[in-house]
């Protein structure tokens, strides 16, 4: 019984071996493959990384899906995502997070509010404002109301949007004032559409990771 299973060992370490061999040849990947993003990360992160990687392995069959970061984070425990590129922190243990980029979170006005003119408003100031916001469990969300909770202001939202480029394009209209990370707005901001009026201590980061 012992010899028969060394022979059967052999045989599986062998398939493990070929196995390993064939997949670190580093050659071009075949099948589906399913990534999971959030827009941001589809707009102003993916195209170029997903443009080497088309190139790289033409035959793959790639499909992304687009959501928040709770709902990537609910595709991947499903199985129905591969990989996912969504907001840290990652508080599910059942998932290994790595940190890939990181964008200053920027609070954004219209040009013409008052608080635009402010050159330094405090965090009174913007709590008195209304705003726009990502949905509840929205990272970026906590991160910004856990830094006014600590100011003892409560911030007053006028409406909530899961898309930030839906909110990039409200804040112009006089809708609310905005957090938004800063690859989505820079563009706005150089150009004179937005205006930054980021309290004082105001040092958010939102993480990026798969």
Known sequence: AGARLVEEGERL???????????????????????????????????????????????????????????????????????????????EARVEAIPLFADPITLVAPPDHPLAKKRRPSAADLGAGTWISHKPDSVTRRQVEGYFAAQGVRLRVAMEISSPEAIKKLVPARVGLAALPWCSVRREVREGRLRVVNPPGFRLVRGGGG
């Open 13 to 91: 370490l062998e398939e493990v071996r070929r196995l390993q061999a064939k997949v670190s040849t580093g050659g071009p990947l075949l099948g589906p493959l399913t990534l999971g993003a959030t827009d941001l990360v589809a707009i102003y992160h993916l195209p170029p990384v997903l443009r080497r990687f088309l190139k790289r392995h033409p035959q793959c069959e790639l499909a992304v899906h687009i959501e928040g970061t709770a709902a990537l984070i609910r595709l991947l425990l499903a199985g129905q995502c591969d990989l996912a590129l969504g907001t840290l922190p990652v508080e």
